[in-house]
T-cell receptor
């Protein structure tokens, strides 16, 4: 089964509003990452939060991580039409020399102008 | 830097034909990943390489799929013979793990349609 599951599957908001997306996972992780995918494009890395961190900021992005609940949230403040995209969480549960990410199915965010 | 380069961007082929997808990772990156994305299954990791050596190919769906990385600047994913259910967008990604960086850089993808 998918390691990361985003919620909601789709979100539609007005420009200027905040958007919150959630991610749940099942196993222990080293870090959790969020990626954005514009229609027809590859994924772009947004932010990484390590397992010993609880909150991280980058510009209009705020990520939280609750390892006890195995969940993370991505908050985009003051959204813009250009934020319209799919957002994916990815977990790195690798051990030793292995290194791979497991992606969820994503949240489709639509920001209406 | 040009980023991860994939070719072709679009491929339409008939069932039974061989398909070869190509990837040039970012120079200096030591990890290369091949993913497949479909609406039904999302983004699936097929195989990944570290320093040109395949590390984990457990995501390769079946023997019809094979991947190679003959050198640090080139990788191929081959499907032979192709089937309609292979239709998907295939992404290549690379990362610089040795530098302590965990983020992956994705190419633009190859949209494969098998008729």
């Amino acid at each position: 089964s998918q390691q990361g599951e985003e919620d909601p599957q789709a979100l539609s908001i007005q420009e200027g509003e905040n958007a919150t997306m959630n991610c749940s996972y099942k196993t222990s992780i080293n870090n959790l990452q969020w990626y954005r995918q514009n229609s027809g494009r590859g994924l772009v890395h947004l932010i990484l939060i390590r397992s010993n961190e609880r909150e991280k900021h980058s510009g209009r992005l705020r990520v939280t991580l609750d390892t006890s609940k195995k969940s993370s949230s991505l908050l985009i403040t003051a959204s813009r039409a250009a934020d319209t995209a799919s957002y994916f969480c990815a977990t790195d549960a690798s051990g030793g020399s292995n290194y791979k990410l497991t992606f969820g199915k994503g949240t489709l965010l639509t920001v209406n102008p | 830097d040009a980023g991860v380069i994939q070719s072709p961007r679009h491929e339409v082929t008939e069932m039974g034909q061989e398909v070869t997808l190509r990837c040039k990772p970012i120079s200096g990156h030591d990890y290369l990943f091949w993913y497949r994305q479909t609406m039904m299954r999302g983004l699936e990791l097929l195989i990944y390489f570290n320093n040109n050596v395949p590390i984990d190919d457990s995501g390769m769906p079946e023997d019809r799929f094979s991947a190679k990385m003959p050198n640090a600047s080139f990788s191929t994913l081959k499907i032979q013979p192709s089937e309609p259910r292979d239709s998907a967008v295939y992404f290549c990604a690379s990362s610089f793990r040795a530098g302590g960086h965990y983020e992956q850089y994705f190419g633009p993808g190859t949209r494969l349609t098998v008729t």
